[in-house]
């Protein structure tokens, strides 16, 4: 697998097929992928680098309380970053119910269902002069759907009594829904 560094979009987040923003996206397109994070804002990108606080404070100056939640603040040095013509980025997306294979044998867990998260891919294009670009490069979950498939697998239809039961199990195991 390798390293990767992470990307954060200050501007508009980037969105699957469905809409739902996307957090977390993570790439190997800069050049030496060390964990880094890549800040991106406009046409801007910088790298977020130094220590984990200011130089001239101590850690006790980067904590706070308000109400009943810590809040440790941190600040990095910026450092301006040429990126490549073509910056690939990706993540999964926590919000959009995963695709759901039946599997030839149980699984440690005892499950006979694999959860396939839908992969989202994008492609940020820096054209000298112009503003950034940015082009979804992966389908929706239905391609992921045939693709499965194509590939041999045997994909479960959301209504199937399997995938059904496979939700249900699933819900029962994360517990009681907490109510706001």
């Known amino acids: ?6 990307v954060v979009m200050l501007d508009e987040p980037l969105a699957c097929p469905a809409g739902h923003p996307l957090g977390g996206l993570q790439t190997k397109s800069f050049h030496d992928p060390s ?18 606080w200011r130089d001239d404070e101590d850690e006790r100056s980067a904590w706070r309380i308000t109400g009943d939640e810590a809040v440790h ?3 990095y040095r910026l450092e301006p970053v040429s990126p490549p013509v073509e910056l690939h980025v990706y993540s999964h997306c926590a919000h959009c119910a995963p695709v759901l294979v039946r599997s030839d044998r149980a699984t440690l867990w005892g499950d006979i269902v694999q959860e396939h998260q839908l992969f989202v ?21 239905d391609e992921l759907m045939e693709e499965l498939r194509r590939d041999g697998l045997r994909v479960l239809e959301d209504d199937a009594p399997l ?14 829904a907490r109510r706001l």
């Not at 697998?1 to 992470?6: A, F, I, P, S, V």
């Not at 880094?36 to 984990?52: C, F, M, Q, W």
């Open 163 to 176: 995938a059904l039961a496979h939700r249900e199990i699933q819900r029962a195991k994360r517990g009681p």
């Open 73 to 75: 603040e941190t600040w």
């Open 121 to 141: 891919e994008f492609s940020l294009q820096f054209p000298e002069g112009e503003p950034m670009r940015v082009a979804r490069v992966t389908g929706d979950r």
């Open 1 to 6: 697998m390798g390293m990767y560094d992470d």
């Open 35 to 52: 964990m880094s994070t890549y800040l991106i804002k406009g046409d801007r990108v910088v790298r977020a680098a130094g220590r984990s």
